[in-house]
């Protein structure tokens, strides 16, 4: 008997997923080259680009526009990847990055930073404490976790960790006696790409870098997850190293990122959403489609906060979040039959 | 062919099995019977490994401490009680599941892959719901749905925690008659079974636990006496081998037909 080969179902939408979400990031990134305060021809920005630019439109494009251009799709990167993989991992859609209190205690080593007036030494002192800190945080964050696989104790030993950090931060605005200093905490904490350079960008990318390569060396792992981990674990899956690699890369790779951006809010959590109905919704589907979904939603948020006319400049976490919401509220509505 | 000798587990300083000993044999379906909290499920998950335990476990002569784990998911597949899915994938998704012991990290499902996947659903009649969302079967479908994932496996041993708990008398008729011709095909099957009549019609061996021992081992003539269901169950039960069929307290169970 003949057996009728099972149709490719997965392969050929995949494909145009991943070229339409790389159109998209090149789009973004393009776009994020072409808008900014300062309003440049685009001929100025090609020529700048073959290096062949007037001074004004070079050092734009070069020295604040492209080293914020690439954070932003590394940050983003990151967040939506790091989202989608501990959503499969805890198999919990509410699941995001934040959720390991990694974030939180990158922010608090930014916060002490800024508290203590480091950063007024070497700007590169901030995303170092930060990254620190989520180093840290993590290793108080195995220590709890103990020996145990189950996603429960992840998340309520991540909540501890989360909380901790928070009310350190909450702390430090408490107990700051100058107003500056405080503002400045307040404004970092909101997250933002403006004015970054190179040296944030060497500071985050290689903690981005190991941080993507630790969560997709497990994609087959979350998918075992997706019949429990008796299941998973008989699938010849081994839950503790599957475990520690994804904590080990979360944390460096968000604890990196929030380190040169600030919190962010809602990526993580939002963009695997989006993607998910457009793949065959199993966990390792959604991983690199969500990293560049990431990449393309911060892309554009950072836009936004440069081309909307306010005052200030809006933060990056606001418009996150404020984009969000609906977003995802519109999501959940259309998606309503799926959790029940 | 599976033995285990003085093989124990504690949960919590509480014995679940303590210091039993027997044998799966191969190529036969075997059934692990017993009253409610007998350990059942955790010999079959201290059998895979996934419980910390005393004791020898030997799979085909060779230690289970010396396997890897993927080379033990090659070994034995295992069919976990419960049908919780956490994500809405489809049917034939799902099944694929059970080739990832033979992926290689970065390596996708080959055409040898979509062949084991194939047979799977055909062995247990869920090729026309493989396109379906698996978490929107019934409860009779995703049984049958689920042991096609552990089939896909093509392991020579499988490991089944309740594969008839929940599904009407049709299904649990469907499911016991496809384990026991796997078995007659060469598969070493061990299941956990409820049904006392199931497990004399259908399985060539069992064994009775009874508080994490094991009260009774071997053919069901050895194993299904009156004295051993009474110790097991406090049932006053007449068993006639010959005819298969099991009274309890006077009545005759219905055995449900094909």
Not at chain 1, 38 to 54: E, F, H, K, N
Not at chain 2, 10 to 24: D, E, K, M, Y
Not at chain 2, 139 to 167: N, T, Y
Not at chain 2, 195 to 219: E, F, N, P, Q
């Amino acid at each position: 008997m003949t057996h009728p080969s099972l149709p490719q179902r997965s392969s050929p939408p995949r494909t145009i997923l991943l070229l339409l979400l790389g159109l998209l990031a090149i789009g973004a990134a393009g776009a994020s080259l072409l808008f900014g305060p300062v309003s440049l021809a685009p001929a100025r920005i090609m020529a700048a680009l073959m290096g062949q630019g007037d001074p004004i439109a070079t050092i734009i494009l070069w020295d604040l526009r492209l080293p914020r251009t690439l954070l932003g799709l590394m940050v983003g990167g990151i967040l939506g990847l790091a989202g989608a993989a501990l959503q499969g991992y805890l198999r919990n859609p509410l699941a995001e990055p934040s959720v390991l209190g990694t974030s939180n205690a990158a922010a608090l080593g930014a916060v002490a930073a800024l508290y203590f007036g480091l950063s007024e030494i070497h700007p590169a002192i901030l995303p170092l404490l930060a990254i620190t800190t989520a180093l840290l945080s993590l290793i108080l964050l195995v220590f709890l976790d103990g020996k145990s696989n189950s996603a429960l104790s992840l998340i309520l030993g991540g909540i501890a960790v989360g909380t901790l950090a928070g009310a350190a931060i909450s702390l430090s605005l408490n107990l700051s006696d100058n107003p500056f200093a405080a503002m400045e905490i307040m404004t970092w904490l909101m997250g933002s790409l403006e004015n970054r350079s190179y040296d944030h960008i060497f500071i985050a990318a290689p903690c981005v870098l190991i941080g993507m390569v630790l969560i997709l060396w497990d994609r087959k792992a979350l998918d075992a997850l997706t019949l429990g981990e008796d299941g998973a674990a008989s699938l010849g899956i081994n839950l503790a190293r599957t475990r520690l690699r994804l904590l080990i890369g979360t944390a460096i790779g968000v604890g990196g990122a929030v380190a040169v951006s600030g919190t962010i809010a809602f990526v993580g959590l939002i963009v695997p959403h989006l993607i998910r109905p457009f793949t065959d919704q199993s966990p390792s589907a959604i991983l690199v489609p969500s990293a560049i979904g990431g990449a393309v939603l911060l892309t554009l948020a950072d836009i936004s906060v440069r081309i909307i006319p306010t005052s200030n400049e809006l933060k990056l976490g606001v418009v996150t979040a404020f984009l969000g919401v609906p977003i995802f509220l519109a999501h959940l509505i259309r998606q309503r039959g799926m959790w029940q | 062919m599976i033995r285990f000798s003085n093989l124990s587990v504690q949960q919590s300083r509480t014995p679940i099995l303590a210091g039993v000993s027997g044998h799966i044999p191969r190529a036969q379906l075997t059934g692990i019977i017993g009253p409610n909290g007998a350990g059942k499920s955790t010999l079959a998950r201290a059998l895979l490994g996934l419980l910390p335990s005393s004791g020898d476990i030997a799979i085909n002569n060779q230690p289970l401490g010396t396997f890897t784990r993927p080379a033990l998911a090659k070994t034995i597949a295992y069919l976990p009680q419960g049908q919780m899915l956490h994500w809405p994938l489809s049917v034939e998704r799902l099944i694929s599941l059970g080739r990832l012991p033979h992926l290689g990290p970065l390596s996708r499902i080959q055409p040898s892959d979509q062949q084991a996947i194939i047979w799977a659903m055909e062995q247990t009649g869920t090729l026309p719901l493989r396109s379906r969302c698996a978490t929107a079967l019934s409860g009779g479908e995703r049984a049958r749905v689920l042991l096609a994932r552990a089939l896909a496996c093509q392991s020579p041993m499988l490991i089944a925690d309740e594969p008839l708990a929940s599904l009407d008398p049709g299904y649990q008729l469907d499911v016991i008659a496809l384990l026991k011709s796997q078995s007659e095909q060469g598969m070493t099957i061990a299941c956990v079974l409820h049904d006392l009549g199931m497990a004399l019609r259908y399985c060539d061996h069992l064994i009775l636990l009874v508080d994490g021992k094991i009260l009774s081992h071997g053919s069901s003539e050895q194993v299904l006496t009156s004295a051993n269901l009474a110790a097991a169950f406090g049932i006053d039960a007449d068993i006639d081998h010959h005819a298969k069929t099991l009274s309890i307290n006077g009545r005759t169970l219905s055995e449900p037909t094909q």
